[in-house]
């Protein structure tokens, strides 16, 4: 299980990488880059924390912690964007 769980992590932390850098370099067209960082980091912040806490409890609560911390993300790109 742990070795899932790795496999797993940088699965996608490499992929949040890879997003992280195309939403930094469209930061030019954004009208408040402060804003939409701190609700992007909000949600990268869950996106780990949310998963870890999970997994401490089992693998069914590793899910919904992985469910409710890409949600996070999702909402934290969204607001960002939208109110940027």
């Known amino acids: 299980p742990q070795t899932l769980l790795r ?3 940088t699965h996608y932390s490499s992929q949040l990488t890879k997003q992280i850098f195309a939403i930094l370099g469209s ?5 408040a880059p ?3 960082i701190s ?9 780990f924390y949310e998963p ?5 409890h089992g ?4 899910i919904e912690g992985l469910e409710a911390g890409t949600q ?3 909402r934290g ?5 939208v109110r940027g």
């Open 52 to 56: 870890i806490q999970g997994a401490v």
């Open 27 to 31: 930061l030019a067209i954004l009208g």
């Open 59 to 62: 693998p069914r609560q590793f």
């Open 34 to 36: 402060a804003d939409f």
């Open 72 to 74: 996070s993300l999702a």
């Open 39 to 47: 609700n992007v980091g909000t949600g990268v912040r869950d996106f």
């Open 7 to 9: 496999v797993i992590a």
């Open 77 to 81: 790109v969204f607001v960002g964007v």
